[in-house]
């Protein structure tokens, strides 16, 4: 699934204008991958709003659940922002509607697929240890 949540209000997002960097974390085994992106090849994928962290760790082949596509109908991609939170925009009353559904919350809580950081500062990102999905499908 993706695409847009007809039921969600639309917010204006300042994108990015420098290059600036994303360091996801996995809460679980420590590992980070650290991303570079770059203004001029954005937005990034087609899940979640454009140059949101669920589109760029997508980018970096960084494995969020999102079981909705992105579209802010569920809180599976929910992660935490510890560091550079001042560059991604206040949740929306949709995203918080969102996270009262998810576990374990904490002030660093956003949904992937919904936090827009503009550049200003970089960003890291912890992806809980629970939000994997751990069922693959083969090829068919």
Same mark, same amino acid.
């Given at each position: 699934m993706g695409g847009v949540n007809p039921y969600i209000r639309?917010? !204006?997002?300042?994108?990015?204008?420098? !290059?600036?960097?994303?360091?996801?974390?996995?809460?679980?085994?420590?590992?980070?991958?650290?991303?570079l992106v770059d203004p001029a090849t954005f !937005?990034? =994928?087609?899940? =979640?709003?454009?140059?949101?962290?669920?589109?760029?760790?997508?980018?970096? =082949?960084?494995?969020?659940?999102?079981?909705?596509? =992105?579209?802010c109908a569920c809180s599976t991609c929910h992660v935490y922002v510890t560091g550079g939170a001042k560059?991604? !925009?206040?949740?929306?009353?949709?995203?918080?509607?969102?996270?009262?559904?998810a576990p374990a919350l904490t002030p660093d809580s956003r949904l992937a697929c919904q936090c827009v950081p503009d550049g200003s500062a970089d960003v890291v990102v912890v992806v809980p240890k629970w939000n994997r999905n751990q069922v693959k499908e083969g090829h068919h």
């Open positions: 639309k917010v !204006p997002l300042t994108p990015p204008d420098r !290059p600036f960097k994303v360091t996801f974390v996995d809460e679980e085994t420590g590992a980070s991958t650290t991303y !937005p990034y =994928g087609h899940i =979640g709003l454009d140059g949101s962290l669920l589109a760029i760790a997508e980018e970096a =082949g960084v494995e969020i659940n999102h079981t909705c596509g =992105g579209v560059s991604c !925009p206040a949740a929306t009353e949709d995203e918080e509607d969102q996270l009262d559904t």
